[in-house]
């Protein structure tokens, strides 16, 4: 299923002023009707509670760290908002903290737009990135073949699958978004190499005063190369990004064998057609070699470990 999204990798862990902000933000900017169910995140799972309405701000209270997790996720029907502080992984990697915005694909995108100048504003940014993302409609490797072919035509979407570009966002950015968004540290980096000047009208570049927002056109798009519709303007934000672009994808699971034994299980590339074809890094690299993840095959994979 495809959605609009918005992604903000944090610097720190979000303090709890810090997430009740960003609650407020969200249904300021979505103040959609309907049931609200909210969880606290915890590495082994945990049981979503029903609220009393929308705007029910009770999960404040009780929000806690479980197994080094701290934050809140909420959906209200198909609006949802998971904040997140992240522990380093098991063997002492870095991982970013994040604030995830998932909105339907026909949402207004100018409020998205601006619920990211205001989530900026509250929480310890380094990086974001935000338009349309191809989220898996269940567990399990085969729902991302089916996002893998999407992603094979249509240039300008996102995978929503945040947890395994969390070590590399803690030290580089993803990539462009239609709404590509950089902290302090990585606008200092990348301005004293480059001054963030495009040759193609239609990015609008505006400073916020600990880093910057680049929008990379009016609205977002799919960017449907099989109509000729290549994503120009992400590509040129993309090429901006270059000295400071992630290449790999990693990710720590965990998972249960009878018995109540817990295993850690770690792979390397997306699930699905991204492992069978070893394509993840090909994926984060299509819009400066478009060739190598359009001839993407399938390679002997190396098993999970």
Not at 84 to 111: L, T, Y
Request: with cysteine; hydrophobic share 40%.
């Amino acid at each position: 299923m495809v959605r609009l999204n918005l992604v903000l990798y944090l610097g720190a862990y979000p303090s709890p002023a810090e997430v009740l902000a960003c609650f407020r933000a969200f249904r300021r900017h979505f103040p959609v009707a309907g049931t609200m169910r909210w969880e606290l995140p915890n590495r082994f799972g945990s049981y979503p509670t029903t609220a009393d309405g929308p705007d029910d701000e009770s999960w404040a209270d009780r929000m806690r760290v479980e197994t080094g997790m701290f934050g809140i996720r909420l959906s209200v029907g198909d609006y949802t908002l998971n904040v997140c502080g992240i522990p380093a992984s098991d063997d002492g990697a870095e991982r970013a903290s994040f604030c995830e915005v998932i909105v339907p694909a026909d949402a207004d995108h100018e409020q998205l737009a601006r619920l990211a100048d205001d989530l900026v504003a509250v929480l310890p940014v380094r990086s974001g990135h935000g338009g349309f993302s191809a989220y898996a409609s269940k567990r399990g490797p085969e729902p991302y073949n089916q996002v893998f072919a999407w992603c094979q035509r249509f240039f300008a979407i996102d995978v929503g699958s945040v947890d395994g570009f969390l070590e590399a966002t803690s030290r580089r950015v993803l990539g462009a978004g239609w709404l590509t968004v950089l902290g302090p540290t990585f606008t200092q980096y990348l301005t004293e190499h480059t001054a963030p000047q495009f040759e193609a009208s239609g990015i609008d570049i505006r400073r916020i005063p600990h880093g910057l927002i680049i929008r990379a056109g009016d609205a977002p798009t799919l960017g449907d190369i099989q109509r000729g519709e290549f994503p120009t303007l992400m590509a040129d934000v993309d090429q901006f990004l270059q000295p400071l672009k992630a290449n790999s994808w990693h990710r720590t699971s965990m998972m249960s064998i009878g018995g109540g034994h817990w295993w850690s299980v770690q792979t390397h590339d997306l699930p699905g057609a991204f492992t069978e074809h070893r394509a993840t890094a090909a994926w984060l690299a299509r819009f400066a070699d478009p060739a190598a993840f359009l001839a993407a095959r399938a390679l002997p994979a190396d098993p999970p470990t």
